[in-house]
């Protein structure tokens, strides 16, 4: 599924997850991440991230040399391309919604198959590592639209999978 990108005005949450990140040192690791968005985050209003039909929406809401943060709209059914983080660690928050993480493992080259479904409630804190293929979004089941607050350090350079024929998604 398509993916956009917009920019947001300034915000309250920008300015402090920017200062908390730029805080913590380069050898900061993923479970620091973790930690961070394990807190309590400032008022949020989360009406100026906006949501598009056509795809799942990126709100930039942070970038440094270390880390990018960014908040994503979600209408139900929209998920993410099966994907890496190309070694990179990121983490992500839910914060209204319910999101849904397929995970997989890959089986050729670029081919993955499903391994395991999760699925995760508002203040849920997850961190992917390493090697891990999976694909995000909401159910299209869901009445309500999901956003989740993800930081990805460095930098991802994701590569996308397809699903390997024969396996039911
Ligand atoms: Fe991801």
Redesign the pocket.
Same mark, same amino acid.
């Given at each position: 599924m398509s993916s956009h990108q917009r920019t947001i005005p300034a915000s309250n949450i920008a300015a402090s997850l920017g200062a908390t990140l730029s805080e913590i040192g380069a050898a900061a690791r993923v479970e620091d991440v973790v930690n961070i968005l394990r807190r309590p985050l400032p008022r949020l209003d989360l009406g100026m991230f906006t949501l598009d039909p056509d795809g799942y929406v990126r709100h930039l809401l942070h970038r440094d040399e270390r880390f990018e943060a960014l908040i994503i709209g979600w209408l139900p059914g929209q998920f993410?391309e099966i !994907?890496d !983080?190309g070694g990179a660690e *990121?983490a992500f928050r839910v914060l209204r919604g319910m999101a849904v993480e397929r995970r997989y493992e890959s089986v050729h080259d670029s081919l993955a198959r499903e391994v395991s479904r999760d699925v995760y409630l508002p203040g849920s804190v997850v961190a *992917?590592v390493d090697d891990d293929i !999976?694909s995000?979004g909401a159910d299209a089941d869901a009445s309500d639209p999901l956003f989740t607050l993800h930081v990805y350090r460095p930098e991802p350079v994701m590569r996308v999978y397809q699903l390997a024929a024969g396996v039911k998604r």
């Open positions: 993410s !994907h !983080h *990121c *992917c !999976h995000m």
